[in-house]
């Protein structure tokens, strides 16, 4: 089940411009991360942030969370081509068997950075 | 250090057949997640493993299975294989649990034909 939902699909935007892509999500959290994925290959691993924090940064990213709105933003500062990538979000659920937990994840949002 | 490895790369299998795809995770990693990414459905939770116990299950049939040896390198396999099963399989390792984030591996593109 999806339980993350970015927010838009697809986004194209031009070399210096900021990119913010949105993700709600449905159920309570501890965490929510977000992962970059350049086509066809693994996930990497871009920021976490806590139930409990409103707003991290890391280098040209900028993530927040609204938990009342069950609700986060990704905001990439003067992107530059190599930014182009597929941009998802994922949520900690607790699994069925105790202390386990994985991730589900949005279906992401596809950022296109023109030189 | 070594991040996650995943072998083979690409894989071309018929209808019918079985696979087994392998993952190594990173040192000191001890649990191990498998996901399946396809274009419709996107990253879809397989299971995942620590110490050699499966933890947490997904919701795909029985044909999809996997396990984890003492050393955390892990393996998953599937029987039978249908057309349906063609996509991306993603490994994922962690220090103890997804909460604290994955590093992922490039993935094993499985096709069905």
């Known amino acids: 089940s999806q339980q993350g939902e970015e927010d838009p699909q697809a986004l194209s935007i031009q070399e210096g411009e900021n990119a913010t892509m949105n993700c709600s999500y449905k159920?309570?959290?501890?965490?929510l991360q977000w992962y970059r994925q350049n086509s066809g290959r693994g996930l990497v691993h871009l920021i976490l942030?806590?139930?409990?924090?409103r707003e991290k940064h890391s280098g040209r990213l900028r993530v927040t969370l609204d938990t009342s709105k069950k609700s986060s933003s990704l905001l990439i500062t003067a992107s530059r081509a190599a930014d182009t990538a597929s941009y998802f979000c994922?949520?900690?659920?607790?699994?069925?068997?105790?202390?386990?937990?994985?991730?589900?994840f949005g279906k992401g949002t596809k950022l296109t950075v023109n030189p | 250090k070594a991040g996650v490895t995943q072998t083979p790369r690409y894989l071309i299998k018929t209808r019918g057949q079985q696979v087994t795809l392998s993952c190594s995770p990173i040192?000191?990693?001890?649990?191990v997640s498998w996901y399946q990414q396809t274009p419709g459905q996107g990253l879809q939770f397989l299971f995942e493993?620590?110490?050699?116990?499966?933890?947490n299950k997904g919701n795909f049939p029985g044909r999809f299975s996997g396990r984890q040896f003492s050393n955390s390198r892990s393996e998953m396999n599937v029987s039978t294989l249908e057309l349906g099963d063609s996509a991306l399989y993603l490994c994922?390792?962690?220090?103890?649990?997804?909460?604290?984030?994955?590093?992922f591996g490039s993935g094993t593109r499985l096709t069905v034909v």
């Open positions: 994922a390792s962690s220090f103890v649990a997804a909460s604290y984030g994955y590093t």
């Open positions: 493993y620590f110490s050699e116990t499966q933890r």
């Open positions: 994922a949520t900690d659920e607790t699994g069925t068997q105790g202390g386990s937990e994985k991730l589900v």
């Open positions: 942030i806590r139930s409990n924090e």
């Open positions: 040192s000191g990693h001890r649990s």
């Open positions: 159920t309570s959290i501890n965490n």
